[in-house]
């Protein structure tokens, strides 16, 4: 009945390599690919990235936005998101940031989010997480394969050429990176899409990167911005511990309403739920019972390497009728 979303799901493919190989493999294509990335570990200017998204697959149409990050280094850097009157502005400092937003961060923007970080390499993303799968061959060019162990699977493949991630992919979901161009250290993809069953599609473009001289001023701390724990080494997600189903609300039973909702979720360094939030919603009766239940979850919370951490997750509650 619910699904907490953290974007990992089903994927089998690839021929098994032996285990030394395979580490070697991975260890060679993470660290190539973080080296050429241009949003890496230092720039050798900082510099100003300037791209428009269009969110399709909405009821109402589709969504065009902006975002904007200026980079300074891993440690230093600010983004301005803005699509449909939703603004949200994030300032990096080191082991924390800010966020200001006038409103809960719908899905799709969260899905936006996702498709740039996905580009790079995270340090979340660890080598004994993944097996080396062999070569593919993508829009026509040879790439190399990795994929996550265990139940769960993501596939990365690596341009031969490169070194960049030029997709990821996962059970219903697949990103794609094209149009590699300078930026920063390396290279950015000045082309991104994604496309997920039941999710919006996301077209993003690049249109243009520029250098910038960076004030202090921008990096301040904003006085009404949430603060949060950045993880800079190996990241847990939460694990739901007590998740009981919220109750289908009489009303809609009887009326033969049903659907999926989504939620956003704080989990604290506790494994308490302590704020709850609605962005696709089904209606009152079913947001109301969706958050009374959800306030009652508990989880083992999100941890950087072994420290609890407070983190924020999506919620997908399925309503269905039997």
Same mark, same amino acid.
């Given at each position: 009945?619910?699904?907490?979303?953290?974007?990992?799901?089903?994927?089998?493919?690839?021929? %098994?390599?032996?285990?030394? +190989?395979?580490? %070697?493999?991975?260890?060679?294509?993470?660290?190539?690919?973080?080296?050429?990335?241009?949003?890496?570990?230092?720039?050798?200017?900082?510099?100003?990235?300037?791209?428009?998204?269009?969110?399709?697959?909405?009821?109402?149409?589709?969504?065009?936005?902006?975002?904007?990050?200026?980079?300074?280094?891993?440690?230093?850097?600010?983004?301005?998101?803005?699509?449909?009157?939703?603004?949200?502005?994030?300032?990096?400092?080191?082991?924390?940031?800010?966020?200001?937003?006038?409103?809960?961060?719908?899905?799709?923007?969260?899905?936006?989010?996702?498709?740039?970080?996905? %580009?790079?390499?995270?340090?979340?993303?660890?080598?004994?997480?993944?097996?080396?799968?062999?070569?593919?061959?993508?829009?026509?060019?040879? *790439?190399?394969?990795?994929?996550?162990?265990? *139940?769960? &699977?993501?596939?990365?493949?690596?341009?031969?050429?490169?070194?960049?991630?030029?997709?990821?992919?996962?059970?219903?979901?697949?990103?794609?990176?094209?149009?590699?161009?300078? *930026?920063?250290?390396?290279?950015?993809?000045?082309?991104?899409?994604? +496309?997920?069953?039941?999710?919006?599609?996301?077209?993003?473009?690049?249109? &243009?990167?520029?250098?910038?001289?960076?004030?202090? *001023?921008?990096?301040?701390?904003?006085?009404?911005?949430?603060?949060?724990?950045?993880?800079?080494?190996?990241?847990?997600?939460?694990?739901?511990?007590?998740?009981?189903?919220?109750?289908?609300?009489?009303?809609?039973?009887?009326?033969?309403?049903?659907?999926?909702?989504?939620?956003?979720?704080?989990?604290?360094?506790?494994?308490?739920?302590?704020?709850?939030?609605?962005?696709?919603?089904?209606?009152?009766?079913?947001?109301?019972?969706?958050?009374?239940?959800?306030?009652?979850?508990?989880?083992?919370?999100?941890?950087?390497?072994?420290?609890?951490?407070?983190?924020?997750?999506?919620?997908?509650?399925?309503?269905?009728?039997?």
């Amino acid at each position: 009945m619910r699904r907490l979303l953290l974007l990992l799901s089903l994927l089998t493919c690839g021929t %098994a390599f032996p285990d030394d +190989s395979s580490k %070697a493999e991975v260890h060679s294509l993470f660290e190539r690919a973080r080296a050429v990335n241009g949003i890496g570990e230092d720039a050798t200017k900082p510099f100003q990235l300037t791209a428009s998204f269009t969110i399709n697959g909405l009821a109402h149409g589709p969504l065009k936005g902006t975002l904007v990050r200026i980079w300074v280094n891993k440690h230093r850097w600010r983004e301005e998101v803005s699509v449909a009157g939703f603004r949200q502005l994030t300032i990096h400092g080191e082991g924390r940031f800010w966020r200001e937003r006038n409103e809960l961060t719908p899905n799709a923007v969260r899905l936006v989010g996702e498709l740039f970080k996905g %580009a790079g390499i995270s340090q979340s993303e660890t080598l004994s997480d993944f097996d080396f799968k062999g070569g593919a061959e993508i829009d026509g060019k040879l *790439a190399k394969c990795v994929e996550t162990k265990g *139940a769960f &699977k993501e596939k990365i493949c690596f341009d031969n050429q490169s070194g960049l991630v030029v997709r990821r992919q996962t059970y219903g979901s697949k990103s794609e990176y094209s149009n590699f161009q300078p *930026a920063g250290q390396g290279s950015l993809p000045w082309n991104m899409k994604s +496309s997920t069953d039941n999710q919006p599609g996301i077209e993003l473009a690049i249109e &243009k990167i520029e250098g910038v001289e960076p004030t202090d *001023a921008l990096f301040a701390p904003l006085p009404q911005a949430e603060e949060w724990p950045v993880c800079d080494g190996k990241l847990d997600h939460p694990e739901a511990t007590y998740e009981p189903d919220p109750a289908f609300p009489q009303k809609a039973r009887q009326q033969r309403q049903q659907g999926t909702m989504l939620m956003v979720i704080t989990v604290d360094e506790k494994g308490n739920v302590s704020n709850t939030g609605v962005t696709d919603s089904l209606g009152t009766q079913f947001d109301e019972e969706a958050i009374k239940t959800v306030k009652t979850w508990r989880f083992r919370p999100a941890r950087c390497d072994g420290k609890p951490i407070k983190t924020e997750a999506a919620v997908e509650i399925n309503f269905h009728l039997q």
